[in-house]
């Protein structure tokens, strides 16, 4: 139980385009959801906390325009990288909270290497 | 303050041997304390974990032990072996926001 998948693993993408990633709750409602990013041999970095039904709470430093979150459905949330840049190149890591389970528990995601060219 | 320092940064210990990683907070508030590990390109992978309630939890040869006063917590991995190495995690979950803010990493090595 509590599997989270994200699609697509892997994207690349040219300089100036749109990126949507996908992170599923498959067996598992989740009425919140935290998006991070890892550069390489780096740790996770929180980007923003997407709550089904409401607005996104983005992190200090992290632009909302910039990285578009959608949380649509108790079991979706995308993220979407607008104006891709090759600064934007990274390992995207989704989490999914279980609703209603305990308050500290988060199931990450596969993660999605974003390389942009 | 939000940081969470994690030392060392890498770790080289030969198999059999003890590996031990240790974490400091700043958030009082802070009430939970995952342990991940991460392998290269996959996701982490909670290995244990411990609440502000309890001083130790241990699970066969993982441990981790928590000192609130002193804000600090440590991961013990005993009898090490070659597919314990990989990158491992400290976090801790503010209580306010239900968010993980992890530390820097630490690279463990166990050479056979």
């Known amino acids: 139980g509590a599997v989270v998948s994200q699609h697509p693993s892997r994207v690349i993408c040219k300089s100036g385009t749109s990126v949507k990633i996908e992170c599923r709750s498959l067996?598992?409602?989740?009425?919140?959801m935290f998006w991070y990013r890892q550069f390489p041999k780096k740790s996770l970095m929180l980007m923003a906390t997407?709550?089904?039904?409401?607005?996104?709470?983005?992190e200090q430093g992290v632009e909302k325009d910039k990285f578009l979150i959608n949380h649509a459905s108790l079991t979706l949330s995308t993220l979407t990288v607008t104006s891709a840049h090759p600064e934007d190149s990274s390992f995207y890591i989704c989490?999914?909270?279980?609703?209603?389970?305990?308050?500290?528990?988060?199931?990450f995601g596969p993660g999605t290497r974003l390389t942009v060219t | 303050g939000e940081n969470v320092e994690q030392h060392p940064s890498t770790l080289s210990v030969q198999e059999g041997d003890s590996a031990v990683i240790k974490c400091t907070y700043s958030?009082?508030?802070?009430?939970?304390f995952p342990w991940y590990k991460q392998e290269l390109g996959k996701r982490p992978q909670l290995i244990i974990d411990?609440?502000?309630?309890?001083g130790e939890k241990k699970d066969q040869r993982i441990a981790v032990t928590l000192n609130k006063t002193a804000k600090h917590f440590s991961l013990h991995i005993t009898e090490t072996q070659p597919e314990d190495s990989a990158v491992y995690f400290c976090?801790?979950?503010?209580?306010?926001?239900?968010?993980?803010?992890f530390g820097g990493g630490t690279r463990v090595l166990v050479k056979p």
């Open positions: 989490s999914a909270s279980p609703t209603g389970g305990l308050t500290y528990e988060q199931y």
């Open positions: 067996d598992f409602q989740a009425t919140t």
């Open positions: 997407s709550n089904e039904g409401s607005k996104a709470t983005y």
């Open positions: 958030d009082s508030a802070s009430n939970y």
């Open positions: 411990i609440r502000s309630n309890v």
């Open positions: 976090a801790e979950n503010r209580a306010a926001g239900n968010k993980l803010t």
